[in-house]
């Protein structure tokens, strides 16, 4: 979309932007985000019961 108003700083350079770097940039926090969901799946797959957080129930 290149809607950069949310970003002042990257409103000086929004022309300098192409949908290849775009991509680019895209595909590496895609990447990021597997590779963490990935290292982390057991802490994210964690149930916490509720006595656990309050043991005065």
Do not use: A
Request: charge should be negative; include cysteine.
């Amino acid at each position: 979309k290149k809607e950069l108003y949310q970003f002042s700083i990257l409103l000086s350079i929004k022309n300098e932007i192409n949908c290849t770097d775009i991509k680019r940039f895209v595909d590496h926090t895609n990447n990021l985000k597997k590779d963490i969901e990935g290292r982390f799946i057991d802490i994210l797959d964690l149930k916490i019961n509720d006595w656990m957080t309050d043991p005065f129930l």
